[in-house]
């Protein structure tokens, strides 16, 4: 079955996950672009392969390979991560042109679906970083607070997520922000429940969102809820997940958008703040090791790459 747009954009929450992120070997362009245009039928084949594993993928571009494969014209917001700093804090881009965001229910469909899409670009995309995620608990980060609570639902996951009509060039394609985020949870569970909740704006069990004026001007939810002029609130479709290993832990932080620069308002009030200086304090108990910014093309664009 085709699809307007890549199958991994809006689909609800699956249990595990790869992101890999590649460099293009600059000679081989050719290879990548048969393997691009390829891409749909290959999700599409090994997805028939495991019917009940709900397997889907996304495969994106960055600003700097974006001309390789289309000199033409480019989507409105295609640019490279962006670069903010505190005090204490610095976010920045990283290495990673090309992605692959792989999830369903079952690690070895991803598997699977991982190493057919690896294998058509014929030595055309080098490694630089892969990592495999995984649901935790009831869709909770490894602080123990679920994860996405604020994420649109049903159709409003296409609204959110698509590029609409006012890029018709690009038309569901989708902008995908990717950072991976390293936990000092020794440092978090020092601190007790309240000051953790204090640090989310939200209870750790049940869940529940603080009222407005109870928050702290530092607290996450408080950074990361924003409005546009219109008073409208800013949405982006998270589909972050946790890695673990026994000495480094973690959230691989994911978001789908219509557009760049509801992501970009994010992270700049989380890492530079308001007016007053007011920054995310969550960002005490992480560090932003990665940050890329990618374009996910639509299904169409990638077909063109046939010809």
Known sequence: MTHAYQTGITPEASSDALFITFNL???RVTQAKQALAASTDIIDAIAKQFPEAELYASIGLNHTVWPL???????????PFPHFKNQDVEVKETSGELIFHIRSMRRDATYQLANALFQAFDHSLEIVEEVSCFKYLDNRDLTGFVDGTENPTGKDRQQVALVGKEDPDFEYGSYLNLMRFVHDLEKWEHQDLKSQENVYGRTKYSNEEYDSAQKSPHAHTKR???????????????????FASLTEKGLMFA?????ANTFNRMLESMVKGDEDGHTDHLMKFTTAHTGNAFFIPPVTWLAALKN
């Open 25 to 27: 070997v600059r000679d």
């Open 255 to 259: 978001s789908y958008s219509k557009t």
């Open 224 to 242: 990361t809820s924003l409005k546009d002029s219109n008073g409208q609130s800013l949405e982006i479709l998270r589909h972050s997940m946790p």
């Open 69 to 79: 494969f289309d000199d033409a014209k480019k989507p409105h917001d295609l640019a």
